[in-house]
């Protein structure tokens, strides 16, 4: 974690490029705060689809597997979930599967060097104290080991994605159909999906895929993982955490105290994710990463207008991978402590 708000002042300037950001029809709004000084380091979060108005969170590295359940208007824990017979090392990420249970994510891996890691599965927790063993599927990727904090269980489908979280871009890496607790279970990159650098967490809708960085919610529209918008997010002290319900974004950070902000889904946003009649849909090729994804139409935006120049790329690139550094350096003493 970065002790002081300039590094991720300067990591919004350049951690998600690709086109100017769509205006927010409302103003973000805080619902509740995290006070409890048992998440100290709130690393997922995700709504229940059991139990309404709660969501998931659970801290990363350092300390015990603990799923909390979460009430979104106060911000209290009204449940807490131990993971027992788990051994887990750095569980960064949430998701409610296609099976309608709650996945941990057990995927960081800061020095990049876990041959294996995880995915712990359980019943959604609701209001109640509880100790409960998971299911454990063992998860490898095919081309080597991959930090990453984000898990997407994918519209429309019974697949389940990882999300890797590399420094100037990302990667998406799908799981196997059927997970298998007995073997490692192979997550194989999807070809020509790219997605940004330093993701920390995801959400979904029904047609579409948020992913989280530091400084905005960049959105994928489903099947085909086309990008279709820059949401910007609220300024944070190390904002690593989305969920999504309805219409409606949570973020969350690190650290104590840790506002529950809302936002909604801004308007141009809804209306590209509503699909045309099958009849009329028509191929259009993949946006280029400077175009224009995320403003109205008419706006008359095109490539050259959006462009950046190669002193700025250039900077950007010497800003974030400081600033990147500052992170890993953070990370590796805090494992440690």
């Known amino acids: 974690m970065i002790s002081t708000g300039w590094g991720l002042l300067l990591l919004s300037l350049v951690v998600t490029t690709g086109g100017p950001a769509v205006a927010l029809e409302r103003g973000p709004h805080r619902v509740g705060v995290i006070r409890d000084a048992r998440i100290p380091e709130s690393s997922a979060l995700v ?15 350092g300390h015990d597997a603990i799923v909390f359940t979460v009430e979104v208007a106060s911000g209290r824990v009204r449940g807490t979930t131990t993971l027992a017979g788990v051994d887990a090392t750095d569980t960064e990420a949430l998701a409610i599967g296609p099976d309608d249970r709650l996945y941990v994510g057990d995927i960081g891996d800061n020095e990049g060097n876990r041959e294996a890691t995880a995915l712990y599965a359980l ?5 109640t104290d509880s100790m409960v063993r998971p299911t454990t599927y063992p998860v490898r990727y095919s081309d080597g080991p991959h930090d990453a904090e984000a898990l997407v269980a994918v519209p429309g489908t019974s697949r389940l994605a990882i999300v890797t979280k590399g420094l100037f871009s990302g990667a998406v890496y799908l799981l196997p159909s059927d997970l298998s607790p007995d ?3 192979v997550a194989k990159q999807v070809a ?4 940004p650098g330093l993701v920390t967490d ?6 579409a895929v948020l992913l989280r960085t530091y400084t905005d919610a960049v959105v994928y529209r489903m099947p085909e993982w086309r990008r279709v918008a820059i949401i910007p997010l609220p300024r944070q002290r190390q904002g690593e955490s989305l969920a999504v319900h ?4 949570l973020v969350g950070t690190e650290g ?3 506002p529950l902000i809302e936002l909604p889904l801004p308007r141009s946003v809804r209306e590209r994710l509503r699909f045309p009649p099958a009849s009329a849909r028509t191929p259009s090729p993949t946006p280029s990463p400077t175009a224009d994804l995320t403003t109205g139409a008419g706006s008359g935006a095109n ?5 950046w120049p190669a002193w700025a790329v250039g900077v950007s690139t010497l800003v974030l991978g400081g600033a990147w550094l500052l992170l890993r350096r953070s990370q590796r003493n805090r494992s440690t402590t």
Not at 47 to 55: A, D, E, F, I
Not at 192 to 195: L, S
């Open 47 to 61: 709504y229940s689809t059991q139990h309404p108005g709660m969501v998931y969170t659970i801290n990363d590295s």
């Open 123 to 127: 019943a959604q927790p609701g209001r």
């Open 183 to 185: 073997g490692a279970n």
């Open 192 to 195: 020509g999906v790219t997605v």
């Open 202 to 207: 995801a959400g979904v809708l029904r047609r």
């Open 246 to 249: 309805g219409s409606t974004l």
């Open 256 to 258: 104590l105290p840790s």
């Open 303 to 307: 490539e050259s207008d959006l462009d």
